[in-house]
């Protein structure tokens, strides 16, 4: 669609007749076999509760060490968002897809890995202090789109608005949203996929929106020194002539010049000057 190279990184996993399967397509297909199972799970009276063993759970984490849920609780969809989850799979499967061929498939790869792991190991954190839950996805995925936005950030999208103001919107939205509710855990978790998505991106080189920061750097990095390095004085009997002790004599007085302009001289150096012209000249003649 936008982008497509020739090397192997970035050419589908598989084939299935005419249509690629990229790893877009297979995370896209995982979250929806992980969604049909969990509405036959929840419609099997006493087995709606197994969902909660794969929920992030800042305390069953602590005390329980329960590692698995820090990246399990991405695939837990339960079926009330089931409209909300029709959507970002949509989400996922346009505009991954398109990250994907960008910046080839292990890098994409860690970039899932990056947003799925980086929310969890915050609230991680953060469950020292309160208590902390997190399930399915949608911070994960709109992740990818802030990624799509940074390495094609003028692309037009819906109603021809390019694609880094939709993605400000949305992260404006997103933000007052949470904030009007005082929902501190779930902001942490937005801001720090936006963050790693954006981060990842710009660190891999692909996306154009931080020249202001490279310059910035070339502004403040320390400029080198240069010296000035005398002419070495030949030894005696190197054959050293009259007017290498001419120049030599008149070079610190070129060199002020150079610096100061001729005004900078004193009267002895503007006698000297005129002296060793003097000397050049009837060399010369």
Known sequence: MFGVTTSDDYRPVAWMGRYPVDVTTMLVGVHVVCAVLACILTAIPGLGGTLNYFVFDSARIWNGL????????????????L???????????????EVERFVGRRAYIALYLVLLITPAALLTIWGLWQHSALAGSPALH??????????????????????????LILVGVYTFQLLAYHAWSDLVVVWASIGAAFLFIEFRGA???????????????PRPKYHVLPKPRPRPGSGRTESDDVYSSI??????????????LTPSERRQ?????????????
């Open 66 to 81: 329960q590692i698995w849920r820090l990246g399990t609780y991405a695939f837990v969809h339960f079926p009330s968002g």
């Open 83 to 97: 409209l909300w989850f029709a959507i970002e799979m949509y989400f996922l499967f346009v505009f991954g897809r």
């Open 142 to 167: 709109f992740g990818i789109f802030v990624a799509f936005a940074t390495i094609y950030p003028r692309v037009e999208l819906f109603l021809r608005i390019m694609a880094k103001w939709i993605a």
């Open 207 to 221: 996306g154009p929106e931080l020249a202001w920061w490279n310059t910035l750097k070339e502004r403040i990095r």
């Open 251 to 264: 070079d610190p007085i070129l060199d002020k010049i150079s610096k100061f302009g001729i005004g900078s």
């Open 273 to 285: 000057l005129n002296r060793e012209r003097e000397r050049l000249l009837k060399k010369s003649e």
